[in-house]
Structure formats: structure tokens, C-alpha cells
């Protein structure tokens, strides 16, 4: 009986003593899992996670790293240069590239993926209108759009346009919003209900050969495709968005961040624009390097002396009030050729869709 008493005394110290260590060992977790810091994956520091716990000043944002979005462009010059010169380090920037697919950028701002990008600014509009929760910093550069014709077409000015076919690589792209806006521009009807022209959508490899093998009269696209197609084929460039009046001087790529971004962490939207106005002056004063550099780093595909020919009829000086002037100037036109909904506020969609931040020049050269 002793014995046993003794036995039952021992269990019970254990079973105390095991109960006081799970006590101690739970005391000491923490009390959530969702602590970035505890899963060692870069994406968690995002600042765009909103599952994820930020830093508690909402200004300094040392611990971010900016998410940016990418598509492989020869116009991204300057996001390129931004890393292969160190811009974003100087400016103390973390940053993660995601390479995007084909048409996907918009996607990814609203998916949460990215925050921060480079974009065509006139594509940017009607999904500003929608909703898509952005701000645009700065206008990187000119340029970038072209509308191609066959030689023998007779199509010598805008009104020869009038019931012709257009092959474009979206309805929503910047190279059909280009090529309306110069034909409304000069006096020929655009509008679904009453266009005088028509509108076809291909896939952009195909473009050229629509044109070759008359399944269009005309193509419009971005550079430096629409270069390399009319170079191939011996197309004739009768709209150049880079050499054209009034177009020419018009800011056709920008930097945007997300909202929060923008409204939370206004010194990281700051850094990344900066490093991004830098790039893009680099980039104006170096093209021949430039597309060496994107090409051998396989930034872009293409032949290299083309790329920098195409870059050379583009103005990369950045200016924030540039493009600022051109979303208005755009926004409306959209409005007037049916692409933009009637009802848009566009004053208040320019006003809205911009941040000024402190810092930033209104045009860096």
C-alpha cells in the first residue's frame, strides 16, 4: 500500500511538471502567425500586402520593398536603366521586378501583385475612370506609336482614312487610341455609331502581315515593332506619334504607384520617381548604350543599332506637369471619340489620378 501510495505520488509530480512547462513554452510564442517577420518570404514586407503588418510610421517605410511591375518594352528604358545604373539604390529603394505578361499590368495593380509601374499614359484613362487604384508621378517620355501603310496604298493623308480597315493590337491600346485621335483630329468620324473608319483587331505579330496581305488597309502599333515591321516589309509611317505635330511633344509613358502607396508611404512613391526622372535623363543622353545594355541583358529582344534609332525619336526629359497637361488634352479627346463614357468628370479625373510629391521637379532634365 505504501508502495503504491508512493508511485501515485511520482506520477502526479510529472504530470504537474509537464503541465507547468507547456504553460511556460506557450507563454513564450507569439500570440499570431501573421507577423511578417516570422516567414522569411520577401513578398510578406510588401507594402501593398495588406495581410501584412506594416512598419508603425507610415512615412518612413524602411522596411518596404517596392513591388514593380514590367513587360519587357523598349520603352521601359528607364525602368531598366534605374536598375542596371543604381538608381534605386541611390535613392536607399528596395524593389522587386515582376515581369509581366502581354496586357496583364492592369490586372496585376488590382490583383495586388505590383505597386508600382510604367505604363502608356494615354492607356491608362479609361481605367482611371473605372476606378483602378493608382496615381501617376511623373511623364517619362514622347513617342511610341505609329500607324503603317503600304506604299502603293494611295493613303496619303487623314481623310483617306474614310472606308478604310485598321488593324490594331487591342481596342483599349495605345496605338488605336493614337491613330483616332489624328484621324478626329482631322476631321473624320471615329465614333461607333457613326465611324467612317473601321477598326480590326490581331494579335500584334500579325499586324504585319494583316498589311502585307491586305486584310487591312492600315496598322497601327507601338515602336519598336512598328519600326522593325515597316523595315522589313517597306511599309510607309504616315503617323508618327514621335515626329508628328502636335503628338511629338505630347508625354505618351509615365510612373504611377498604387493609392496606398501614394497616400501612406508618399517618401517611397518619391524615391521610386525620382530614380525613375534620372533614369529616363540618362537615358536621353545615351540611347546608343542604352539599347546595347537592354538587348545584351536581355532587357528586350531586337537588334540593338534599331532599338537606339527608335530611341533617338523619342524626348525622354521627365516632367510631372507635362503629362499632367496631356492626360486633360487625351482625356477629353476619348471623351469626344466615344471611348470615354460621357458622364466622366474629366477635369476631376486629371485632378484625381495625379499625386505631386514633394521633391519631385516638375521637369527633369
Not at 483617306?160 to 483630329?185: M, Q
Not at 535623363?281 to 545594355?293: C, G, P, Y
Request: net charge negative; glycine share 8%.
Amino acid at each position: 500500500m505504501k508502495t503504491g501510495y508512493i508511485k501515485g505520488r511520482i506520477i502526479y509530480i510529472f504530470i504537474a511538471l509537464a503541465l507547468i512547462i507547456s504553460m511556460i513554452t506557450a507563454c513564450g510564442k507569439p500570440a499570431s502567425s501573421n507577423n511578417p517577420s516570422n516567414t522569411g518570404t520577401p513578398s510578406d514586407t510588401h507594402v501593398a500586402d495588406n495581410t501584412s503588418k506594416q512598419p508603425e510610421s507610415k512615412n518612413s517605410g524602411d522596411e518596404i520593398t517596392l513591388r514593380i511591375g514590367y513587360g519587357g518594352s523598349l520603352c521601359e528604358a528607364p525602368l531598366h536603366m534605374a536598375v542596371e545604373k543604381g538608381y534605386f539604390e541611390e535613392e536607399g529603394l528596395k524593389v522587386e521586378l515582376i515581369k509581366l505578361a502581354p496586357g496583364t499590368l492592369f490586372d496585376a495593380v488590382t490583383s495586388n501583385q505590383i505597386d508600382a509601374g510604367f505604363s502608356l499614359l494615354a492607356s491608362l484613362i479609361q481605367p482611371l475612370s473605372n476606378g483602378l487604384p493608382i496615381k501617376i508621378t511623373t511623364g517619362l517620355h514622347t513617342g511610341c506609336d505609329k500607324v503603317l501603310v503600304k506604299p502603293d496604298s494611295g493613303i496619303t493623308s487623314p481623310k483617306d482614312f474614310i472606308g478604310k480597315k485598321v488593324g490594331v493590337p487591342s481596342f483599349t491600346s495605345s496605338p488605336i487610341i493614337f491613330a483616332k485621335r489624328v484621324l478626329a483630329d482631322n476631321g473624320v468620324s471615329v465614333r461607333i455609331e457613326d465611324a467612317q473608319v473601321e477598326f480590326v483587331v490581331f494579335n500584334t505579330t500579325d499586324l504585319p502581315l494583316a498589311l502585307e496581305n491586305g486584310s487591312v488597309d492600315a496598322i497601327a502599333m507601338n515602336d519598336p515593332t512598328a519600326t522593325i515591321a515597316a523595315n522589313e516589309y517597306g511599309f510607309k509611317v504616315i503617323f508618327d506619334s514621335a515626329l508628328d505635330e502636335p503628338y511629338k511633344d505630347q508625354y505618351c509613358c509615365s510612373a504611377f504607384v498604387r493609392e496606398n502607396i501614394a497616400e501612406d508611404y508618399p517618401e517611397i512613391a518619391a524615391k521610386y520617381t525620382r530614380a525613375m526622372q534620372k533614369a529616363s535623363a540618362w537615358v536621353q543622353s545615351n540611347q546608343d548604350e542604352v539599347a546595347r545594355i537592354q538587348v545584351e541583358n536581355k532587357w528586350v529582344a531586337g537588334d540593338a543599332a534599331v532599338n537606339a534609332e527608335v530611341l533617338k525619336t523619342f524626348n525622354y526629359i521627365p516632367s510631372v506637369s507635362g503629362a499632367y497637361e496631356i492626360f486633360g488634352i487625351t482625356a477629353d479627346q476619348l471623351q469626344e471619340v466615344g471611348m470615354l463614357e460621357e458622364d466622366v468628370d474629366t477635369k476631376a479625373l486629371q485632378e484625381n489620378s495625379f499625386v505631386f510629391l514633394d521633391g519631385i521637379p516638375e521637369e527633369f532634365k
